[in-house]
């Protein structure tokens, strides 16, 4: 199983809006509605920031959403912020029941 | 709250074998499966495997089968993953991540375990 495909890194500027995408295959993320996505700021542990393509857990902010069309999810954050540079993942659900992540995006905030 | 705690760093040589635990408070364990996802130095997140606490089915990723055990105790509410025939390669931090109902996501991670594989 490969990983997803996601950009190693993206920047932006306080306030404006960035999006991270995330490509994978007919065997994972386009045969199901089920990718999640990740924050992990350094030096600690990932961290649920949408679930199910574009559900959003309680706590997080609305400034995070998260789409898919075909094999590419994506997430975008609006109104960047200082808080939100951290290393960025997705993961889906893929066939035999298994899981298969992103290789990761470091997002910079200029 | 929801917390996985897990247990401390460990230094192995290769070939040697390492059991990571994990433990569980917050919510009933046996309600969710635990994963086990890994991350090498400067590398990005690698899924391990699960275990279904409730009944101890597993399901392991290709790349670990044969070398990799993983194990619940309910009387404990603890999680153990045992990585087996240690490489340099296996230097990563290692994550139990509770599975949420659906099985589909990872709603909450431990702090993490470096396992430190050297000569």
């Known amino acids: 199983q490969s990983a997803l495909t996601q950009p190693a890194s993206v920047s932006g500027s306080p306030g404006q809006s960035i999006t991270i995408s995330c490509t994978g295959t007919?065997?994972?993320?386009?045969?199901?509605?089920?990718v999640s996505w990740y924050q992990q700021p350094p030096g600690k542990a990932p961290k649920l920031i949408f679930y199910?393509?574009?559900r959003r857990p309680s706590g997080v902010s609305n400034r995070f959403s998260g789409s898919k069309s075909g094999n590419t999810a994506s997430l975008t954050i609006s109104g960047l912020q200082a808080e939100d540079e951290a290393d960025y993942y997705c993961?889906?659900?893929?066939?035999?029941?298994?899981?298969?992540f992103g290789g990761g995006t470091r997002l910079t905030v200029l | 709250q929801v917390q996985l705690v897990q247990s401390g760093a460990e230094v192995k040589k290769p070939g040697a074998s390492v059991k990571v635990s994990c433990k569980a408070s917050?919510?009933?364990?046996?309600?969710?499966?635990i994963s086990w996802v890994r991350q090498a130095p400067g590398q990005g997140l690698e899924w391990m495997g699960w275990?279904?606490?409730?009944?101890?089915?597993?399901n392991y990723a290709q790349k670990f089968q044969g070398r990799v055990t993983m194990t619940p105790d309910t009387s404990t509410s603890i999680a153990y993953m045992e990585l087996r025939s240690l490489r340099s390669d296996d230097t990563a931090v290692y994550y139990c991540?509770?599975?949420?109902?659906?099985?589909?996501?990872?709603?909450?991670w431990g702090q993490g375990t470096l396992v430190t594989v050297s000569s």
């Open positions: 991540a509770r599975e949420s109902r659906s099985g589909s996501y990872f709603d909450y």
């Open positions: 917050g919510y009933s364990f046996t309600s969710n499966g």
């Open positions: 275990i279904n606490v409730y009944n101890g089915y597993t």
């Open positions: 007919s065997s994972d993320v386009g045969s199901y509605n089920l």
């Open positions: 199910e393509v574009s």
């Open positions: 993961c889906s659900h893929a066939r035999t029941n298994t899981f298969v």
